[in-house]
């Protein structure tokens, strides 16, 4: 028998009012059988499937292996039960393949998880039940109340959402074939592309198109949120592609003050010289902006740099933090400066009032949905709309971290900076150049959005139009970006670039999956002026999308929709939202999947 104790302790780094002897003498853990014991009973009272997906299914297998070993069995089975096509001997027989997976990473923390998700009360107590009772484990957690402290940090996702590289990467440019290639999986394959292309897209000077009129530059803002050890440090490797422009901006600023310094030193020592004039302390250059900058900062590199320069931080709340200070909020003028619009400002120092024209600012950013929280605080903020999101899957695979190369990964993405770095310097010197679509193409553009709009719009709502309308823009940017990157490629380049239809295709395949995503971070931003009765409908929404099976018709949704009190039309809207957002596949006319 495999029996554990559920030691709190064990997880939590202290508790300040008793002491390490009291606790050794004191502290008895409630077994974690027992808690497993209880939430089976509530599952069983609410009569509700907690796995509606295969792999919530096995999860939850791994689980009680590794918490009670056999004794897990007879509680898989009563789990197992309100799935609608249950089968005992096809359950017994999961069972024993998690056992003898002999751990698979899932502890009981993925029960409660996907017990919470279904909409088990975690808290309330039955009268049959004592070992919840607030009186009970004064010196200690129960295992409920450590999954609640942990769930931030460490909540399972089963929830995957859909990729886009595996339908791309025979079309895109060779550069960024070359980016992915050594992608350990499409979710990294796809962080890597929008990592390089929003990097790249603050690095194509004198390119530019026309879009609603006004001209436009190919600069993106990118969040890519996951949990804690996802894999979103990957992004760092795309630094590397920038890197080399970076370092000349730097190197040629402290040229500039080695000689600025050079003459305040001649001008102090020739001070009694009535023609002497003191010397001009050179303007600072660099091409990464700390996220943590005043505002003043910020602009003032942009106006050195001639408007241009790129945010990267792998952490999203420095930049929240920032603008909650009173020194740092530039949120405003980071709006602004998606559209090119200008940014006016005060130079303490000169007395100098400043207008920046059309800023050409990039961002990427990385973090956890608390994060985009904490930078986006509710989804009317005009920041939401203006970034492309990416929720990272996370793949329960151990990579081959000892695997051989002939180059380090970070090697291998400076030969690719280095290659970048030379189109950079052609860009600079060669006359401007106007991008556009062909007149199909915008036929076709047009046709896309104008569908998009009015589909995401019925469904989430007009504050969802924002985000359509300028996904519109960043298509026109990323096209932007692929052609400009096929001047490598042919070798030479006229002043008028003409989007290709593969990488017109490419793009609109990319911004179709990036809908989804944003969609998805949409429905965890609350509204401003319902986010109470918000907060209570998205639990009623999401124990009623655990209750709804793998595969499943429309009339079997309505039918789950009415045991729940839900209004047939709420229910076909909700079917649409997971649609949209990727949460379900639509297989055919009235029948639906969870992927």
């Not at 089968?87 to 393949?97: L, P």
């Not at 109340?145 to 940090?153: A, I, K, L, T």
């Not at 690719?416 to 030379?422: D, I, K, M, T």
């Not at 310097?425 to 007149?439: C, G, H, V, Y």
Request: charged residues 20%; negative net charge; glycine residues 4%.
């Amino acid at each position: 028998m495999n029996k554990k104790t559920f030691n709190p302790n064990e997880w939590l780094d202290e508790e300040p009012s008793i002491s390490a002897e009291s606790k050794i003498d004191n502290e008895k853990p409630v077994p974690v059988e027992q808690e497993i014991n209880e939430l089976v009973s509530r599952v069983e009272s609410a009569a509700i499937d907690i796995a509606p997906t295969y792999s919530d299914w096995r999860d939850i297998g791994f689980a009680l292996a590794d918490a009670l070993g056999e004794n897990g069995r007879d509680y898989y089975q009563r789990l197992s039960r309100f799935y609608p096509n249950y089968n005992s001997v096809e359950t017994d027989r999961q069972f024993s393949s998690c056992l003898n997976a002999h751990g698979h990473g899932i502890t009981v923390k993925t029960l409660f998880h996907l017990a919470k998700q279904a909409g088990i009360d975690l808290h309330s107590t039955s009268k049959s039940s004592s070992q919840f009772t607030p009186n009970t484990l004064k010196t200690s957690k129960t295992a409920v109340e450590v999954y609640e402290v942990f769930e931030d940090n460490e909540s399972v996702t089963n929830e995957q959402m859909p990729t886009f590289h595996e339908s791309i990467k025979d079309t895109i440019p060779d550069f960024f074939k070359n980016i992915v290639v050594l992608a350990n999986s499409p979710e990294d394959a796809d962080l890597l592309l929008l990592g390089s292309l929003t990097v790249l897209s603050a690095c194509l000077p004198n390119i530019s198109g026309i879009y609603d009129g006004r001209e436009v530059y190919p600069n993106l803002f990118l969040f890519v949120t996951a949990q804690a050890s996802a894999g979103k440090g990957r992004l760092s490797l795309c630094r590397h592609l920038i890197e080399p422009i970076h370092k000349q901006l730097r190197e040629q600023y402290a040229v500039a003050m080695e000689q600025y310094r050079r003459q305040q030193a001649e001008y102090v020592m020739n001070k009694k010289n009535p023609d002497a004039e003191p010397p001009q302390e050179p303007p600072l250059k660099t091409l990464l902006i700390p996220a943590n900058s005043s505002s003043t900062a910020v602009y003032q590199v942009l106006n050195n740099n001639n408007g241009v320069g790129l945010i990267f931080e792998t952490e999203g709340d420095t930049l929240a933090n920032t603008f909650k200070s009173d020194f740092g909020n530039f949120s405003d003028g980071f709006r602004k400066a998606f559209h090119h619009e200008t940014i006016s400002y005060n130079r303490r120092k000169d007395h100098e009032f400043v207008e920046l024209s059309r800023p050409r600012l990039s961002a990427l950013l990385s973090g956890t949905p608390r994060q985009i929280l904490s930078l986006i605080p509710d989804a009317e903020n005009g920041l939401f709309s203006r970034f492309i999101f990416y929720c990272l899957n996370v793949r329960l695979v151990w990579n081959d971290v000892f695997a051989v190369r002939d180059v380090t990964i970070d090697s291998y993405f400076e030969r690719f900076g280095e290659q970048f770095f030379n189109l950079y310097k052609t860009l600079q010197m060669s006359q401007p150049i106007r991008f556009s679509l062909t007149a199909q193409q915008q036929a076709e553009f047009h046709a896309f959005f104008e569908q998009v709009q009015t589909e995401y719009s019925s469904v989430f709502g007009t504050d969802f139009i924002a985000s359509v309308r300028r996904l519109g823009l960043i298509t026109f940017r990323i096209a932007m970006i692929f052609t400009s990157l096929r001047i490598i490629e042919i070798g030479e380049f006229q002043t008028t670039l003409f989007c290709s239809d593969s990488d017109f295709q490419a793009t609109k395949t990319m911004v179709e999956i990036l809908l989804k995503h944003t969609a998805k971070v949409y429905q965890l931003l609350p509204s401003v002026t319902t986010e109470t009765a918000i907060g209570s409908k998205n639990q009623l929404k999401q124990h009623y999308f655990g209750t709804l099976p793998p595969d499943f018709d429309k009339q079997t949704a309505m039918a789950a929709a009415q045991k729940q009190g839900i209004p047939p039309k709420t229910a076909e809207r909700y079917l649409k939202q997971w649609c949209l957002s990727g949460q379900l596949n639509h297989t055919a006319h009235g029948k639906y999947s969870k992927p």
